[in-house]
């Protein structure tokens, strides 16, 4: 079956709320986005410059233009302001920003003119630590990764599989296309899963109390 994959861009007629926008912004600032909205967030980048901002902009090696976020990908993020303007829809992409880069965010929709503020989370992290000492005192480890393209990381499964291995624990290794809390109990004999596919899948791994973390909170494991 053929995949195409089509770039769609909004288009508006006026920024809704601009000016209670500019109200907030401090002097410098980050601005990122996601696809739908690059051309609108160009438009903003340029009439923040003319009114005398210091914008900033990022952009990721995974990603096609610079801005552009992914919710599993915010690095267009890491750039040296303390504040961020995401430019879009909703809280999934602007609330990885805050809490993987410890940076306040704000969140402006050009479609409703809706402005809300994210500060960074210091429970976010606490409850991430939380998870890699039960990791680390876990006898019985499962590695599970999916088949889907962007989620496969089976030769970083391998190299944690060895890591864990020497610490005496048992490890066994399972490969999938859809990522099934629900399925791992059928393995009650695992007393902790790590999870080798999307990053974002620790928030379902939080709001379910699972005993899983997702691979890439492994470089905090000690």
Not at 15 to 40: A, C, R, Y
Not at 71 to 86: R, S
Request: net charge neutral; with cysteine; charged share 25%.
């Amino acid at each position: 079956m053929d995949i195409y994959y089509i770039e769609i861009r909004y288009r508006i007629n006026e920024l809704k709320n601009f000016n209670k926008l500019l109200d907030i912004l401090p002097k410098e600032i980050g601005v990122t986005t996601t696809l739908q909205f690059l051309d609108i967030a160009q438009i903003i980048k340029e009439e923040l410059s003319k009114r005398g901002y210091i914008v900033h902009i990022g952009k990721s090696p995974y990603m096609e233009y610079s801005m552009q976020v992914l919710g599993c990908d915010p690095l267009a993020a890491n750039i040296p302001v303390d504040t961020i303007l995401f430019i879009g829809e909703g809280l999934f992409h602007p609330t990885e920003i805050a809490r993987r880069f410890d940076k306040k965010v704000i969140v402006y929709s050009p479609l409703t003119g809706d402005i809300k503020v994210l500060s960074p989370d210091p429970i976010f992290m606490k409850r991430i630590y939380i998870l890699l000492n039960k990791l680390k005192s876990s006898k019985v480890v499962g590695l599970v990764t999916s088949v889907k393209p962007g989620q496969y990381f089976y030769n970083e499964l391998l190299y944690w599989k060895k890591i864990l291995k020497d610490e005496n624990k048992d490890v066994y290794l399972f490969i999938t296309d859809n990522i099934d809390f629900d399925e791992f109990q059928n393995f009650p004999q695992i007393e902790f899963w790590v999870v080798f596919a999307c990053p974002r899948l620790i928030d379902d791994i939080l709001n379910r109390k699972i005993n899983a973390i997702t691979h890439f909170y492994l470089r905090y494991y000690r």
